[in-house]
Nanobody, 120 residues
Framework: QVQLVESGGGLVQAGGSLRLSCVAS????????MGWYRQAPGKQRELVAV???????NHADSVKGRFTISRDNAKNTVTLQMNSLKPEDTAVYYC??????????????WGQGTQVTVSS
């Protein structure tokens, strides 16, 4: 079993910043990629940013230039630095990890979600 624990959500005014962190623990041999998704009320979950074990990143067009994903492979941690936040960034943010277990099985895990609210 693998656990993803998120932290750092909250309420911020437009133009402000927040930093989300996610730590993965448990039956982990390696992690192929870690990422952040978000889901706003009435909308589908969407990719925000993803980072591979080699450090390659992909950010959604809507957050490019404002959000930055980073990763500490030794600590199985992924961080999302969010700057210049907008009200439309309001959503529940979910951590995602594509894990290879010690048994050699590829599995995808999700965190419980953390609320980010941006007031105008």
């Amino acid at each position: 079993q693998v656990q993803l624990v998120e932290s750092g959500g909250g309420l911020v005014q437009a133009g402000g910043s927040l930093r989300l962190s996610c730590v993965a623990s448990g039956n982990i041999f390696s992690i192929n990629s870690m990422g952040w998704y978000r889901q706003a009320p009435g909308k589908q979950r969407e990719l925000v940013a993803v980072i591979t074990s080699g450090g390659s990143t992909n950010h959604a067009d809507s957050v490019k230039g404002r959000f930055t994903i980073s990763r500490d492979n030794a600590k199985n941690t992924v961080t999302l630095q969010m700057n210049s936040l907008k009200p439309e960034d309001t959503a529940v943010y979910y951590c995602n990890a594509r894990v290879i277990t010690y048994q050699g099985i590829n599995l995808t895990y999700w965190g419980q979600g953390t609320q980010v609210t941006v007031s105008s």
